[in-house]
């Protein structure tokens, strides 16, 4: 199986550090050419599922645009320009929860969109956190911070409570490991 | 917590079926207004984690402009327009595999973005699978059906070697499941 061989780029939207839209010319193996396929371009970004050093959950429960509703999230957040992902990680739990944690494992890196890119995901779980400071979040969000058991999260999760495809594939990863 | 208002959107680059970016002068519950939020528009897709009448896990090889090399993954793919998800997700299995399956469960529907929309990810588990005719995809990658154990996919998903965000999320909700 060959990878599909990028010819040529352009812009073709500027929106900013959060949105840029590019065309791609691209080779297939098979030597089609498309010379319009279309490449989202947006910063990566980390969730955490962050267990306590009492064994239970740390979550957050916000809204968001995209949804209806509240919904059950895990820590998370864009890394800034040039930061390594677990330092953005680190700094996301403590913004957010005003927790750290000495034990970090990585769950993974997984491109959001096969076909169109929209960056990349770096999800982790954080073990045996505890809380250092009030939560500083300068997040657009309204948000709350809560503990919840391991079967707490199972139920939630099952029930769609964590309405984004990254915060459900953290937790699910997080309670698999 | 109060929902962020949409005041207006218009559209900003239409690429087609496969993805239009609109701008949208959003209100916060606070009353600020964010004249400029970008939103997309992306087709809502499927993905559904198999295990056949014989127990083991039906998945793909396959590349994707996204990633590097080849990855595991679940059956999946976009709704037409207008389309069922869980027609859509019945077609794929049918189309990528030559599977059918008489048992399916929603693992959930999730926003892709919470941000920016991008879609939404309609998550099944089917379980009894079997074969009825040969694959017969139109997808524009090469691809090739195996069949893992459930231990094999717990530690491939554990390895990374799902390399796409919701394919990652359906393997782990359906091995919870």
Not at 5 to 34: C, D, M
Not at 111 to 128: E, I, P, Q, W
Not at 146 to 156: G, K, R
């Amino acid at each position: 199986m060959q990878p599909w061989k990028t010819l040529a780029r352009k812009i073709i939207l500027n929106h900013g550090q959060f949105l840029t839209v590019e065309s791609h010319a691209v080779e297939l193996p098979n030597g089609r050419v498309i010379s319009d396929w279309p490449w989202l371009v947006t910063p990566d970004f980390v969730n955490v599922a962050v267990v306590t050093d009492s064994g239970q959950f740390l979550c957050l429960r916000q809204t968001k645009y995209s949804i209806k509703g509240v919904s059950l999230a895990p820590v998370g957040g864009y890394l800034e320009p040039g930061e390594d992902p677990l330092v953005a990680a680190q700094r996301e739990l403590l913004e957010e929860t005003g927790y750290v944690a000495p034990d970090w494992i990585s769950l993974g890196i997984y491109a959001v969109d096969g076909n169109r890119g929209a960056g990349r995901a770096h999800l982790f779980l954080a073990r045996a956190a505890y809380r250092v400071a009030e939560p500083n979040a300068d997040d657009l969000e309204e948000q709350e911070v809560l503990c919840l058991s391991c079967a707490e999260v199972e139920t939630a999760l099952a029930a769609g409570e964590f309405k984004v495809l990254p915060w459900s594939a953290v937790m699910a990863l997080a309670l698999l490991h």
